[in-house]
């Protein structure tokens, strides 16, 4: 037993090692997994299901390059979902490392299905002030962007004639990493204008985001790469572009060897003490 | 007058922006709408000035070849390269600008790499200090272990390969929707209640910390 009580002192190096490998193996040799459907994701997807062809559905695009892996799979999916069911889509964003992520999406997707820029979507940027800029949205739209991110003003985009305020989108996709996001968008403006809204947040951030979604205020929540996947699977995003999909196969052996890691250490440990006198 | 002038523009902004959630005239919200503008440009102007007091603080510390100067100074030569590449090289939306170049090789990939390091310094903090030393840990660890295996489909496929029905993905949901709502719930409340404490606070001019100075 005198090894197991030592494990407690095993090089970190030969855990970075080890978690390495976890995460590589699957990589290269893939195991695909089926999985069930959250409640809160089934809900996401009705929420834009409901959502009228034509209509113009309002996405706050708010990741970066840290949180692609887990945020950029749903805003993929979610372009795909709204473009199918020829809804207009107007995004924003609100951190500043989201515009160079988001535009070349927007452009790809908006080719693919065939999308006029200014009449069947448009991006309008990023605009530094956090809450401010949720709020100032939700008082006047027009006025806290004037211009689209291409520069062309707001007057002159036919997706945005009638828009005025937040309470014009029937719906409102929060895709957020952090702060502001949809806490802020919670916080700042569901309640005043009884806002129709779902989320996409990572999966650190989902236990927080639980209460809103119990408490209707978000009508679906997609945690992390899991919740994404989940979406993906259920709008039929084609598996070469399912993202989401194939990551979560390989958090299955990441997953496993943190408990694996948690479940050694702790032995070790109760080892340890029982050989102190 | 120094503190005199900021506490009254304070109270009077504060009282008008809380009357926004209850006063619908539209009058009235012309007022707010305004001032909501004026604050982003404030928020905007405050990224300048945070821009200045980074070369203020750095600057001092390269001359002067202060501890850690040679890291300061990298982050200088990328901060005014940056700077440089926005300021010439054209819109960061256009494929073809430097901009984009230094954000789709530099930084995108500097900023995701960071953040996967996460991931080993947990694996080794779970080996080394996710202890259960008592019972409250004890039960936090089973927790997380069922919720981080219950999120990824190996949860499942091993619950049903075992008892023919996903009970790990049905109790990682319970462990998500009935006690970690109940803390969430108390804990957004408490800070709730905090924040408005404190803007109540602010707003009457009783807190004046934000003021600075003595």
Sequence with gaps: MNWLARLQHLDRRIIFLLMGLSILIPV???????????????????????????????????????????????????????????????????VPYAPGLVSPLLRVYGERYHKQEGVDWVYLGFKEGKELIIKAMG?????????????????????MNGIKQLKDFPLIVMVSSGSPGTKEWVVQVQAQYALNMVSSCTAVQTPDYIPYYKAGQLLGLAGGMPGA??????????????MATRGVNVLNLGHAFIILAILVGNISYFASKRREP | MKRTLPLIITVVIGILMVGEYFIPHYRYHLITNNILEWGALVASAALLLGLVNLLQVNVPVIRYRHQDWGYKLVMMVGLVGSLIAGFVGGEGRLDYAPSH??????????????????????????????????????LLLIAAVIVMIGRVPLGSALSVALFDYDYLGRVMNWIMDVPNNAGRRALLIGAALGAVATGLRIILGIERSHLGGD
């Excluded at chain 1, 195991?31 to 959502?51: G, W």
């Excluded at chain 1, 291409?150 to 997706?159: C, E, K, N, R, Y």
């Excluded at chain 2, 996460?118 to 259960?132: E, K, N």
Aim: proline letters at 8%; zero cysteines; a neutral charge.
């Design chain 1, 28 to 94: 290269l040799f893939p195991l695909p997994m089926s999985f069930e459907v959250d409640e809160r994701v089934q809900n996401l997807y009705q929420a834009v299901e409901r959502v009228p062809p034509g209509s113009r559905v309002l996405i706050s695009a708010d990741f970066d390059p840290s949180s692609r892996p887990e945020l950029e799979p749903f805003f993929r999916a979610n372009l795909d979902h709204l473009f199918r069911r020829n809804v207009k889509v107007v995004v924003v964003s609100l």
């Design chain 1, 139 to 159: 008082a006047n739209m027009r006025q806290t962007f004037p211009t689209s991110y291409a520069g062309v003003s707001i007057d002159q985009l036919p997706i």
């Design chain 1, 229 to 242: 996947a989940q979406y993906e699977k259920l709008v039929g995003v084609p598996t070469a572009d399912a």
């Design chain 2, 101 to 138: 170049f230094v954000y789709s090789y530099v930084f995108s990939p500097l900023d995701a790499t960071m953040f996967a390091l996460l991931g080993f310094y947990i694996a080794s903090a779970a080996f080394r200090a996710f202890r259960a030393r008592n019972l409250e840990a004890a």
